[in-house]
């Protein structure tokens, strides 16, 4: 099995291309989609117990927790000390799931792939990438966003340039869907040659 890391920052369409890998029929990990599970479940009493008071009716509020993060460097390795282990054990259960069903490629979709040393755990790296004043004009489109806050997400992730410098494919997602598409397509191509080197 041939397991692809997917990444990008902000606002760079890696959401997006994550489903056209769903479209081709590739399983999809999501990262993100598994921490707000977490926080509703297995993750809740220990972030509480980290950050009192971020806990309402059973489940962590977001926004109380990013109250909590903002400028505090020590909070943000405080939380990601928790939650990443559990992600981690979600994602193992999943690719030893796809791998008894049988399938040839699956993508772990991690928005901090680099920053979390993730790459090691993958065969190959996709990054998705957009000029930065695209990516600055979507991400400041979503409901409240501000530029100081993308500024301190850009902070806190590696910079475009030197993810795609250590990327084995590129996807542009500046241009057409069907473009994504197609630069998905010929990745699948690719790798559909290149064997799996990971064994457990």
Known sequence: MFILG???SI???KSTTANFFREAGVPVHDSDAVVHRLYEGEAVAPVEAAFPGVAVDGRIDRTKLAERLVGNPDAIKRLEAIVHPLVRAVSERFIADERAHG???IVLDIPLL????GEKRVDAVVV???PADVQRARVLGRAGMSADKLEA???RQMSDAEKRSRAHFIVDSSRSFDSARAQIHAILRAVAALPGRRIS
Do not use: D, N, P
């Open 11 to 13: 606002g760079m369409g």
């Open 103 to 105: 399938a040839r490629v």
């Open 6 to 8: 997917l990444t990008g």
């Open 153 to 155: 997400l850009l902070k």
């Open 114 to 117: 680099f920053e979390t040393g």
């Open 128 to 130: 998705v990438s957009a």
